[in-house]
């Protein structure tokens, strides 16, 4: 299996741009989550989906976010409009069961500029 | 306070020595810990899973776990230059039931 694979792995673009970020899952994990890594935050969970479908997006900063989940095998989450302060590194994960027996299998993220 | 925290360090160590890398968390629901390691401009690599009180053995890594003091840690025996990376403790946040991550320990080993 080639992993997770997420795309664009950089992303430069200017406030009150739309952004998109893509995610393709391991076939076969239920569980796919994004996360978001800053040096001020550490990685910071904002939202998961259990077989397509959003559980918790309590980690959502606002209502620019939003994530879709259409089938097992992508999923996107776009920022609309997007800030300097949404600049970080986007990471998806996806594993078998919440936790994962296994442990969670990162993709290579997408390093996110708003300038 | 943070769900699980670590030292941000850097830990600095000698090539060879042992490093030990430590981790406290707050949900006592937690029942199973993660030791991550992520290098610079590189996603985190699951190292080793922990779900017991006790040592677990894996190589030159040994993570421990003690539920009633809410610690873990993670002792890198031998260590080499390329042991050196951040390390990320992560545990099961039963209310969202997801992992939480710590903010990570920066190890450099000095050859």
């Known amino acids: 299996d080639a992993g997770v694979i997420q795309s664009p792995r950089h992303e430069v673009t200017e406030m009150g741009q739309e952004v998109t970020l893509r995610c393709k899952p391991i076939?076969?994990?239920?569980?796919l989550f994004w996360y978001r890594q800053t040096m001020m935050r550490g990685l910071e969970l904002l939202i998961y989906?259990?077989?397509?479908?959003?559980?918790?997006d309590s980690g959502m900063p606002e209502d620019r976010f939003s994530a879709k989940m259409p089938n097992a095998s992508f999923s996107t989450l776009k920022i609309q409009p997007s800030e300097p302060r949404d600049s970080a590194v986007y990471f998806c994960?996806?594993?078998?069961?919440?936790?994962?027996?296994?442990?969670?299998?990162f993709g290579s993220g997408t390093r996110l500029t708003v300038v | 306070q943070k769900e699980v925290e670590q030292n941000s360090g850097p830990l600095s160590v000698p090539e060879g020595a042992i490093a030990s890398l430590n981790c406290t968390y707050s949900?006592?629901?937690?029942?199973?810990f993660f030791w991550y390691r992520q290098y610079s401009g590189k996603s985190p690599e699951l190292i080793m899973s922990?779900?017991?009180?006790g040592d677990k053995e894996d190589g030159r890594f040994t993570a421990q776990l003690n539920k009633a003091s809410q610690y873990v840690s993670l002792l890198i025996r031998d260590s080499q230059p390329s042991d050196s990376a951040t390390y990320l403790c992560?545990?099961?946040?039963?209310?969202?039931?997801?992992?939480?991550f710590g903010s990570g320990t920066r190890l450099q080993v000095q050859p």
């Open positions: 994960a996806s594993s078998l069961g919440p936790y994962g027996t296994y442990g969670y299998t």
């Open positions: 076939s076969g994990h239920d569980y």
């Open positions: 989906f259990n077989n397509n479908v959003p559980i918790d």
């Open positions: 949900d006592r629901g937690s029942q199973s």
């Open positions: 922990i779900y017991s009180n």
């Open positions: 992560a545990g099961r946040n039963t209310g969202r039931r997801a992992l939480t």
